[in-house]
């Protein structure tokens, strides 16, 4: 897909890596960029155009879609991060990790499906995560619900092949952003991740992994669970 001339929507498009997709949209050429959150007076990005959508609502993302009639490529990328464990995290923080990123993410795509077909086909970008594949108490919700994007992920993509859009799933680990501000060690700047992605989108690939995190722990799949989890060995 050659991004020159698209026109993208970028959910959670207020901060972090969403506003650095917003950015680097323009920067190659998009013809227009909607910038998406649920307070859209909190997008201070010049030359987007802000439309307010809660990817938890779906009479947000209805208004969103009558809205932005135009799209050819969507950018899933609104995400929750509560730190919530599957035993000991509420039940009401896991949930909203799975609305979030699975329900969010299919109830958008659902609603911008026919909008893309419409207009040519266009592409879908789901921003996954390193933890889609590995999981620790400390993230284990969000692990889940990363897990389940990515299988939807897949089914999408398989669902929206003969309409010819192209889903490209993106995969990283730690960023520099206030998500990931708690964290100690190494972080990718976002900036990166987002150029990296929108490659990935104009080069037609359905996974990009955009650090070496990402690159070791899907070639680990292959292997048995303790290779992952090496704490289960006694």
Not at 73 to 91: D, E, K
Not at 113 to 124: D, K, M, T, W
């Amino acid at each position: 897909m050659d991004i020159t001339g698209a026109v993208a929507l970028v959910t959670g498009a207020n901060r972090g890596l969403g506003r650095r997709f917003a950015a680097a949209l323009l920067e190659r050429g998009a013809a227009k960029v909607y910038a998406a959150a649920r307070n859209p007076e909190s997008i201070d990005l010049p030359g987007v155009v802000p439309l307010r959508l809660d990817v938890t609502d779906p009479e947000s993302i209805r208004a969103a879609a009558a809205l932005a009639g135009d799209v050819t490529l969507l950018v899933n990328n609104a995400g929750s991060s509560t730190g919530a464990s599957l035993l000991g995290g509420s039940l009401e923080d896991i949930r909203l990790e799975m609305d979030t990123h699975y329900f969010g993410t299919l109830a958008v795509t659902r609603e911008f499906a026919p909008v893309l077909e419409r207009n040519g086909g266009g592409a879908v970008l789901n921003v996954l995560s390193v933890l889609s594949w590995f999981t620790a108490p400390r993230v284990a919700a969000y692990s889940a619900a990363k897990s389940a994007a990515w299988s939807l992920t897949n089914a999408l993509r398989l669902e929206l092949a003969p309409q010819k859009t192209q889903v490209t799933a993106l995969h990283v680990g730690y960023m520099d952003t206030d998500m990931a501000k708690h964290v100690d060690g190494p972080k990718i700047d976002p900036a990166v991740v987002a150029g990296l992605a929108l490659d990935g989108v104009e080069q037609g690939r359905f996974e990009v992994l955009a650090d070496d995190v990402s690159r070791n722990v899907r070639a680990g799949l292959s292997g048995d669970v303790p290779a992952l989890y090496p704490e289960l060995v006694s």
